[in-house]
């Protein structure tokens, strides 16, 4: 059972920075793809950063320049370094994985960016 836990979401004020990180269990960390999707409040899971097992990254457009995805294959981890924070990024972080086991979700963290 593959099982991802995020952490390192919370209240920023606009303009700030955070990092979000995944820790993954009960996968080998072969090829797959690892990655960040967000909820905000009333509207659709969207993709923020996705990151290849090979290191190819993907980025949405509205995250394109502020956000950076990153992986760490020996400690199972994927971050998300979120720069230049605006309101319209709060939302629910959930990471993401797809792989040999299949698709998995994590729980989801919170990310509040308000003055």
């Known amino acids: 059972q593959v099982q991802l836990v995020e952490s390192g979401g919370g209240l920023v004020q606009p303009g700030g920075s955070l990092r979000l990180s995944c820790a993954a269990s009960g996968i080998a960390f072969s090829i797959n793809v690892m990655g960040w999707y967000r909820q905000p409040p009333g509207k659709e899971r969207e993709l923020v950063a996705t990151i290849a097992s090979g290191g190819i990254t993907n980025y949405g457009d509205s995250v394109k320049g502020r956000f950076t995805i990153s992986r760490d294959n020996a400690k199972d981890t994927v971050s998300l370094q979120m720069n230049s924070l605006k309101p319209e990024d709060t939302a629910i972080y959930y990471c993401?994985?797809?792989?040999?086991?299949?698709?998995?979700w994590g729980q989801g963290t919170q990310v509040t960016v308000s003055s």
């Open positions: 993401r994985y797809i792989g040999p086991k299949g698709a998995f």
